[in-house]
């Protein structure tokens, strides 16, 4: 789409702060106003729209796309859409080891043992960890209080946790960030530990590295957007 406009400005309104181009609110794809929960998230949006050239571009835009999702999707459905990201908790990442070998035992156990030991103080659980990749049980305890967690989560929030636990494969990595002010950099680094264990042993191919990346940045916009919407 050829941009349109010249000027982007933020102005509080009924609904939150709003996005305006040339003085016209911009909507979302299901017509409704962007409106946002604060005026952080909003001037972050705003510059997105400022940054644009002759052409507009979606992808250059993250946070436009995360909260017309918020918007749209979640704000409507927010029970069920929290329920899906809670079912990570049925199968968190952490919590399947590796069989061998023994550095990779230990690589696994240094970092995902801290942000299991933060989410049983936080939540106060217990988390049921093996080796492999034969499902095993969570205390019914567990998913409770974590559910309830992600519950509690406002749509913007839960547009964000959403991408970082998908993209982690874990809730638990996902709560750390947004709920335990972990480092971002460092739990993807820990969510990635058997990928990159696989680079080592075998190399990896351009393609690969592109796609690391690409899920890295994604991973990186998805933080900044959950402090944003608690700003």
Same mark, same amino acid.
């Given at each position: 789409?050829?941009?349109?406009?010249?000027?982007?400005?933020?102005?509080?309104?009924?609904?939150?702060?709003? &996005?305006?181009?040339?003085?016209?609110?911009?909507?979302?794809?299901?017509?409704?106003?962007?409106?946002?929960?604060?005026?952080?998230?909003?001037?972050?949006?705003?510059?997105?729209?400022?940054?644009?050239?002759?052409?507009?571009?979606?992808?250059?835009?993250?946070?436009?796309?995360?909260?017309?999702?918020? &918007?749209?999707?979640?704000?409507?459905?927010?029970?069920?859409?929290?329920?899906?990201?809670?079912?990570?908790?049925?199968?968190?990442?952490?919590?399947?080891?590796?069989?061998?070998?023994?550095?990779?035992?230990?690589?696994?156990?240094?970092?995902?043992?801290?942000?299991?030991?933060?989410?049983?103080?936080?939540?106060?659980?217990?988390?049921?960890?093996?080796?492999?990749?034969?499902?095993?049980?969570?205390?019914?305890?567990?998913?409770?209080?974590?559910?309830?967690?992600?519950?509690?989560?406002?749509?913007?929030?839960?547009?964000?946790?959403?991408?970082?636990?998908?993209?982690?494969?874990?809730?638990?990595?996902?709560?750390? &960030?947004?709920?335990?002010?972990?480092?971002?950099?460092?739990?993807?680094?820990?969510?990635? &530990?058997?990928?990159?264990?696989?680079?080592?042993?075998?190399?990896?191919?351009?393609?690969?590295?592109?796609?690391?990346?690409?899920?890295?940045?994604?991973?990186?916009?998805?933080?900044?957007?959950?402090?944003?919407?608690?700003?």
């Amino acid at each position: 789409m050829k941009r349109f406009y010249k000027d982007v400005s933020v102005v509080s309104g009924e609904n939150g702060f709003e &996005i305006r181009l040339d003085d016209r609110p911009v909507r979302t794809p299901a017509r409704a106003p962007l409106a946002l929960p604060n005026a952080a998230l909003a001037e972050a949006i705003a510059e997105e729209w400022r940054a644009q050239g002759e052409t507009i571009d979606p992808r250059s835009m993250p946070f436009t796309g995360l909260a017309n999702g918020a &918007i749209d999707q979640i704000a409507p459905n927010r029970e069920s859409f929290a329920d899906g990201i809670a079912r990570y908790g049925t199968s968190d990442l952490l919590c399947y080891r590796a069989e061998g070998p023994g550095e990779l035992i230990d690589r696994e156990a240094a970092a995902w043992d801290p942000l299991l030991d933060w989410a049983r103080r936080r939540y106060d659980v217990t988390f049921a960890v093996t080796q492999g990749i034969i499902p095993v049980d969570q205390p019914g305890d567990t998913l409770d209080r974590l559910a309830s967690a992600v519950a509690a989560l406002d749509p913007f929030t839960l547009a964000g946790l959403s991408t970082l636990v998908t993209l982690s494969g874990s809730l638990v990595c996902g709560l750390a &960030i947004v709920e335990g002010g972990h480092d971002a950099d460092l739990v993807w680094t820990a969510a990635e &530990i058997d990928e990159a264990w696989e680079v080592e042993q075998w190399g990896e191919d351009a393609e690969a590295a592109a796609r690391s990346a690409q899920r890295r940045n994604e991973f990186a916009m998805a933080r900044a957007f959950c402090a944003l919407t608690r700003a």
